[in-house]
C-alpha cells in the first residue's frame, strides 16, 4: 500500500502518461475499454493526494509534460543538472516536495 | 515503426521459467517482486500499483497465451523486461479468454531519451504473434537458448 503523499505524485503521474498513451499502445492491439474505468481510478488517487501537493503538480504539467521526475546517482533526469547531496538526504527523509533549480521539476530519488 | 533489438534490453536476472503464481494478481506481483530483488527497482509499490492500474485501461494478456503487462513509472531510470513463465497457464483475463503462460513485463521511465519504450513493446508483440516463436518460448530451458531465439530471425 502507497503511504507517502511523494509517492501517491509519483503513482498520479504513472496513471497520467498511461492515459495519455493509452492510444499509443492500441495501436499494438493492446483494448483499451477502460479508459473511463482508469480515469475514475486517477480521480480516487487523486483525491488522497494534499490540495498544495496537487496544485503544484497540476501547474508544473501545464508547462512540462512530465512534472515529476527520477534522480539517479544525484543527477535530475529531466535536466541533468547535478543535485546538492544534502538535498538528496532531506528528500528522502521528508514527505515533501523539492524542486531541481534548474529545470523546476519535482525529484524523485530512486535510491 | 523502429524495430528494436530485443536481447540488449533483456537480463538475466530478469529470465525466470518457474513463475509459481496461479491467479492474474499473484503474476503481476512475482514478477514485480522479481525486477526489485534484483534491485533494478527500489519500490515496488509504486510499480505494483501502476501495473494493476494498467490492466483497468484493457487485459495485457493479448492472446495466445502470451501478455505483456507494461507501463511507465517514475520509479525507474531506465526500460527494463522481465520474462516469466508458468508450467501451468494462468486466467489473465486475456482478449481470447485464453490463459497465458508467457508473461513479459516491460517497465519505463516517464520520459527515456532514446524513445525505446513504444518501439520495444510494438517489436515484442511482432515477435509474439509468430507460432513458433510462442512454442520455443514455452519450452526453452537456459538464458542463453532464450536470448537465440530473439536473435535467429529479425521479423519483418
Ligand atoms: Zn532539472
Redesign the pocket.
Known sequence: MIKSQMELLVSLQDLDLMIEEAYEVEKFGFPTTGCDELKKAREELASRISKPFLFRYKRLREKLKRAI?PVKNDI?L????KQPTSVGTRAREDDQIFT?E????I?YWLE | MKKVNLVAHFNEQLFKTDLKATDKQGILEELVNLIVENKFIRNSEIVLEMVRQREKLGSTGIGKGVAIPHGRTTATSEVIIAFGRTDTPVDFDAIDKKPVNLFFMVIAPPNDSENTYLPILGTLVTTLSHAETRKKLTHVQSYQEFLGIFTEKIYD
Open positions: 521526475v535530475c529531466g535536466c541533468f543538472l531541481c534548474n529545470c523546476g521539476r525529484l
